[in-house]
T-cell receptor
């Protein structure tokens, strides 16, 4: 079993729909990251969370430390939101390496 | 803010040829540096990390090596590439008061 599990692996929706991507992890963490990877491969950091909720534009990220679960929400989705969304957790000890989920491929159709 | 320069963006190399991917960081000092690889259809996997000059830790046994000759320079190398080395290679940086910053990545195809 992977330390970080994302669901769904693939998600197709229509423009305007509310999107939820889930991430569960099984290890102790110091922070959780949500990342966006575009088709060319470049990765952009969206959020870094250690508790509660963060919002940036149409994106909302929440984390429940007790349940070891995080969600990324996209409101009023748009085709330009199409990308792979990756959850990554940062360890507590040592070099605080990131452990990545396998990613969720989101496609928003116009 | 931290900025990572990673090159080249794409690379096609024959089996058995050497490899050198370079990552340089600006806007920070004494960062932790990381090399990740994403094989086709899989998630990113940590290959190497470095907490300082000349300090390299390897996460998985493989055909690759890493070096950190300067504080802000991290190099991924291979003496002889294998087909299985194909993938997307990503350099990342973390400093104490900042989150992670990622390079733009290198897509390597070994033919």
């Amino acid at each position: 079993k992977n330390e970080v599990e994302q669901s769904p692996q693939n998600l197709t929706a229509q423009e305007g729909e509310f999107i939820t991507i889930n991430c569960s992890y099984s290890v102790g963490i110091s922070a959780l990251h949500w990342l966006q990877q575009h088709p060319g491969g470049g990765i952009v950091s969206l959020f870094m969370l250690s508790s509660g909720k963060k919002k940036h534009g149409r994106l909302i990220a929440t984390i429940n430390i007790q349940e070891k679960h995080s969600s990324l929400h996209i409101t009023a989705s748009h085709p330009r939101d199409s990308a792979v969304y990756i959850c990554a957790v940062r360890g507590i000890q040592g070099a605080q390496k990131l452990v990545f989920g396998q990613g969720t491929r989101l496609t928003i159709n116009p | 803010s931290q900025t990572i320069h990673q090159w080249p963006a794409t690379l096609v190399q024959p089996v058995g040829s050497p490899l050198s991917l370079e990552c340089t960081v600006e806007g920070t000092s004494n960062p932790n540096l990381y090399w990740y690889r994403q094989a086709a259809g899989r998630g990113l996997q940590l290959l190497f990390y470095s907490v300082g000059i000349g300090q390299i830790s390897s996460e998985v046994p493989q055909n690759l090596s890493a070096s950190r000759p300067q504080d802000r320079q991290f190099i991924l190398s291979s003496k002889k590439l294998l087909l299985s080395d194909s993938g997307f290679y990503l350099c990342a940086c973390k400093q104490v008061f900042y989150g992670y910053t990622f390079g733009s990545g290198t897509r390597l195809t070994v033919v």
